[in-house]
């Protein structure tokens, strides 16, 4: 369950991007291109999963499909990125670039502190589901909070104004 997590984990951000600019293309009042992509998107999807399927071998066979899922929306970014640029430009794509690569510098001592906390656990606990669950738990929050300290310490703008929202609301119901 983990290994396919973690191929679904590599869609994250992709995915993301995805969304995002189906909404921008919307917004254009455009739905005929979105749905273009979407089938596009798809067909990447089941060619990946396709071959993932006939290349790998019973479990693994799983964990391929999260990846071909993955692929199919990193296709789809990229289509969508391109296409919006051409039609409105780049629209703060130099901040846009450093966020992710922040957001992406921030996620790598994330993760690895995550998969040694992780591994640490089920190496002294075994491998059984409450493990694995006390695992996930301990590596979830441990990687969350790095992450956040890290982007914080980044400067990235995003995670500061989440906070000062989170800020903000706590405060008014506070005084409510």
């Given amino acids: ?7 679904f984990a590599a869609c994250l951000v992709p995915f993301s991007i995805f969304q995002l600019q189906l909404r921008a293309f919307y917004a254009l009042h455009d739905t005929r291109t979105p749905a273009l992509i979407n089938i596009a998107v798809n067909a990447v999807n089941i060619s990946a999963d396709l071959m993932f399927f006939l290349l790998l071998h019973g479990r693994a066979r799983i964990v391929g499909l ?47 502190v995550a998969w040694l906390a992780a591994w640490g656990i089920t190496s002294v606990s075994g491998k059984g589901w409450l493990s694995a ?7 979830g929050l441990v ?3 790095i992450f956040v300290k890290a982007a914080t310490r980044m400067k990235v703008g995003e995670v500061r ?8 609301r706590v405060s008014h119901r506070a005084r409510s």
């Fill in 1 to 7: 369950m983990g290994y396919v997590l973690t191929g």
């Fill in 66 to 112: 999260a990846i071909g899922y993955a692929l199919s929306y990193i296709f789809g970014a990229v289509v969508f990125t391109i296409l919006l640029r051409r039609r409105i430009g780049s629209a703060r794509g130099a901040y846009v670039k450093r966020t992710y690569a922040r957001l992406s510098a921030a996620a790598l001592p994330a993760v690895g």
């Fill in 133 to 139: 669950l006390a695992a996930l738990c301990v590596a």
């Fill in 143 to 145: 990687a969350g909070v």
């Fill in 161 to 168: 104004m989440m906070f000062a929202s989170v800020r903000g």
